[in-house]
């Protein structure tokens, strides 16, 4: 199926200084180069997204503008069937978007601070510039997935996928290993509780007595993310945040505090800055309940004693994540979940490099010594890991690899589909390519010569 070049990071057109390669040439004499329907296409478009893509190293051949303008011409022939189609996206939705990858593009170019003092422009301001790319993005996206909702793969045609593929054509599969892990999560002491929350109600009456928020969360939230930004977060809708921050969120008016909120990632101290409708924009101060020097140690020790047990036979590692763990994963034999791909398996780079720096040591079967780690909640444990299968480089097989090729020939279904569909679409559709662009080959016809 075929895929918008730069579908998640919309701002690289427009933000194309982030990664400051030819970053001075921002003068470009503007003109329509393409229309498609009701909607156009601008040379700067184009070459912003070119000086972007090959600042990130992305080769797209000896003509990336064709390349660029194809993919354009293609999310513009998608949006104007979104249109016609009636489809809808909230403004809720698009808020949400905004502001998710407004986050991605801080943490890429170091701070809010310098987004915003690079562009001159405060980061309101720059989102009502992308609010309506946002809201095209996402109608041409949600047009797509409704050209493929319907599009599935049977195992008959995965293995006939498979087995048309040229020998050179099969993908080579990395190295993968499977892991499973046993956690222990000592428990934090009352006492350590207690005084967590003495130190936030304290915070909280020194804001009503008139001192500041932000500069309290600069000295004391543990929020590194929010507090250099005085525990401001940006907006939020519901289902984004923990349920007892957002239930004690929705209940404030601007500038009021709330009571101490606890939640997984630790306590909190909420302040209002501004409400819009289903959003809303805090600040925070956020501090977590340590765990004892002891009750780490009782953890380590508690493992060691664990490892023995499994490397003396007298039980398996999935009956002992089953009987000590203190992770989720322990239901299914304790095996570890990639992140970022939601299977099993992961790849050397999918790994945490401290972690992957023992992993790489250990046989398949063998289980490590205790190895401290950080909870998804900020707390300090430990777990001992057993490396269970690790394969070697190899092509893709049916045995092996069968999800992995079963995605592919889901994606060549889909990209027929798409394919088939704007086939159909284009001799309805008002297309214009200017002439400094007919040379391109395009993967698509979309001016058909009479």
């Not at 040229?166 to 222990?184: A, C, H, N, R, Y």
């Not at 934090?188 to 500041?212: D, H, M, T």
């Not at 289903?278 to 953890?299: G, T, Y």
């Not at 493992?303 to 398996?316: A, K, N, P, Q, V």
Request: aromatic share 8%.
């Amino acid at each position: 199926m075929k895929k918008l070049l730069f579908p998640i990071f919309f701002l690289s057109i427009h933000l194309s200084g982030i990664f400051p390669v030819e970053a001075q040439e921002k003068v470009v004499i503007d003109q329509i180069v393409a229309v498609v329907g009701n909607s156009a296409i601008l040379e700067s478009d184009i070459v912003n997204q070119s000086r972007q893509l090959q600042a990130q190293g992305m080769n797209l051949g000896p003509n990336p503008e064709c390349a660029i303008l194809d993919d354009m011409l293609y999310q513009k022939l998608l949006y104007n069937q979104a249109v016609l189609d009636s489809l809808e996206v909230s403004d809720e939705m698009v808020e949400q978007v905004l502001e998710r990858r407004l986050r991605y593009f801080i943490a890429q170019i170091g701070s809010r601070e310098k987004l915003e003092a690079y562009y001159g422009k405060s980061v309101d301001e720059l989102k009502e510039e992308f609010r309506d790319i946002v809201r095209e993005q996402e109608l041409s996206q949600q047009m797509e997935g409704k050209i493929t909702a319907n599009v599935k793969v049977t195992p008959s045609e995965v293995r006939i996928f498979f087995n048309r593929l040229p020998e050179d054509s099969i993908p080579m599969v990395e190295s993968e290993l499977v892991l499973g892990q046993i956690v222990k999560k000592p428990p934090v002491q009352p006492e350590e509780i207690a005084e967590v929350k003495s130190r936030l109600e304290e915070f909280k009456q020194r804001v009503i007595n008139g001192e500041s928020f932000s500069t309290l969360a600069i000295l004391y939230s543990e929020d590194p993310g929010s507090a250099r930004r005085g525990g401001e977060l940006g907006f939020f809708g519901r289902g984004e945040l923990y349920p007892e921050f957002e239930a004690a969120a929705f209940n404030l008016r601007p500038g009021e505090l709330s009571d101490i909120v606890e939640t997984e990632a630790g306590y909190h101290l909420i302040q209002m800055i501004e409400r819009r409708g289903e959003q809303f924009n805090v600040r925070h101060i956020l501090l977590l309940p340590k765990v004892s020097p002891l009750d780490l140690m009782a953890a380590r020790q508690e493992l060691d004693s664990i490892r023995t047990l499994i490397e003396g036979g007298e039980m398996t590692f999935a009956e002992a994540a089953l009987k000590f763990s203190d992770d989720p994963g322990k239901i299914n034999q304790g095996l570890m979940v990639n992140p970022y791909t939601g299977t099993t398996r992961f790849k050397s780079e999918e790994i945490e490099p401290n972690l992957f720096f023992v992993i790489d040591q250990l046989e398949v079967g063998a289980v490590s010594a205790p190895i401290g780690m950080m909870t998804e909640e900020g707390q300090q444990a430990f777990r001992i890991v057993q490396l269970q299968s690790r394969t070697d480089p190899h092509r893709g097989n049916l045995q092996q690899d069968y999800d992995y090729i079963q995605q592919l020939a889901l994606d060549e279904k889909k990209r027929k589909a798409t394919e088939a569909w704007i086939n159909r679409r284009l001799p309805n559709t008002y297309v214009f390519i200017h002439e400094k662009f007919r040379g391109c080959s395009f993967e698509l016809d979309w001016v058909k010569e009479p």
